[in-house]
């Protein structure tokens, strides 16, 4: 079990570092950022329904706030791509709640605590994250507050990912390569609906 949450939070890390290069790398004004995600949160045109994944609703601003996310990496995303991603979220978020999947306050700020603290341990991530700070002014308490959901999130996968892993997992099999090949069998599982 704690391999497999190393494994995560490692990919949760390199998921943060190549964030944080990106935004190092632009010198992304992070106010400015906020600002457009305050738009779209609290524009209500966006509450349009675009989207049901099986018994899940997606909003406009749900697709928005991920076309924004997405647009400050270094890749291009289509809207077939923000779509898939919107739909593998889905999938993982149902799977979750099938399962009953929960985390409490304490161990999301602790798995927090320890993304951060792993980012701290390489001088070089250590770098690029107060070079993000000092150029956005925000403050490394601020910034793990802010990052409390993003760390929720991704506690849960990591727990419905052990727990598809202990009950399904053929012992012969790579624990990363089975875990996406579940999520993407769901994904073609998936009833769609979308409303343009």
């Given at each position: 079990m704690k391999k497999n949450t190393i494994i995560i939070l490692i990919l949760a890390l390199l998921i943060v570092l190549s964030a944080l290069s990106v935004v190092a790398s632009q010198r992304i004004d992070?106010?400015?950022?906020?600002?457009?995600?305050?738009?779209?949160?609290?524009?209500?045109?966006?509450?349009?329904?675009?989207?049901k994944i099986n018994d899940v609703v997606v909003a406009e601003k749900d697709y928005k706030?991920?076309?924004l996310a997405l647009s400050q990496a270094e890749k291009s995303y289509d809207d077939k791509d923000i779509k898939?991603?919107?739909?593998?979220?889905?999938?993982?978020?149902?799977?979750i709640n099938k399962y009953g999947i929960t985390v409490s306050d304490e161990e999301v700020f602790k798995f927090n605590e320890e993304r951060f603290a792993l980012i701290y341990q390489d001088k070089e991530n250590s770098v690029l994250m107060n070079e993000f700070l000092e150029t956005n002014n925000i403050s490394l308490e601020d910034y793990k507050k802010q990052s409390l959901e993003i760390s929720k999130k991704a506690l849960l996968?990591?727990?419905?990912?052990?727990?598809?892993?202990?009950?399904?997992?053929?012992k012969?099999?790579?624990?990363?390569?089975f875990f996406e090949a579940y999520i993407k069998e769901k994904m073609d599982e998936a009833n769609v609906e979308f409303y343009e």
């Open positions: 992070f106010s400015s950022w906020k600002k457009d995600v305050d738009v779209i949160k609290n524009d209500q045109n966006n509450e349009r329904i675009i989207m706030l991920l076309e898939d991603e919107l739909i593998r979220r889905a999938v993982i978020d149902s799977e996968a990591v727990r419905l990912r052990e727990k598809l892993v202990e009950d399904y997992k053929d012969n099999s790579d624990e990363n390569n």
